[in-house]
């Protein structure tokens, strides 16, 4: 008998597809531990990017673009880990 807990396209896997399966739910937690960690990153630039736009002349703003450069991982890490550790289908 199946397992009712299991979604429906996942009660008839074979051994092959189940370990697919738990390496891309394994990257997808990889990627959102490494959102978790860039979003602590991020806090601790929130601290000095007020000083840097206001007092850092011309374009030379380095940590504000660093700051845009972690959000725009922890957005790309954490969508992307949060489609894989969802029972997509994987792109093959």
């Known amino acids: 008998m199946a397992n009712?807990?299991?979604p429906l396209a996942e009660r008839n896997l074979t051994p092959d597809q189940v370990a697919?399966?738990?390496k891309r739910r394994e990257w997808g937690l990889t990627l959102q531990v490494i959102a978790g960690?860039?979003?602590v990153i991020c806090v601790l630039l929130s601290l000095w990017v007020?000083?840097?736009l206001t007092y850092s002349p011309?374009?030379?703003h380095p940590m504000a673009y660093y700051m845009a450069v972690a959000l725009t991982i922890v957005f790309t890490c954490g969508s992307?880990?949060?489609y894989m550790r969802?029972?997509?289908r994987p792109i093959d």
Do not use: E, I
């Open 4 to 6: 009712t807990l299991l």
């Open 20 to 22: 697919a399966l738990d």
């Open 37 to 39: 960690q860039f979003s």
């Open 86 to 88: 969802r029972g997509t």
């Open 80 to 82: 992307v880990g949060t």
């Open 50 to 52: 007020g000083q840097d």
């Open 58 to 60: 011309g374009w030379a």
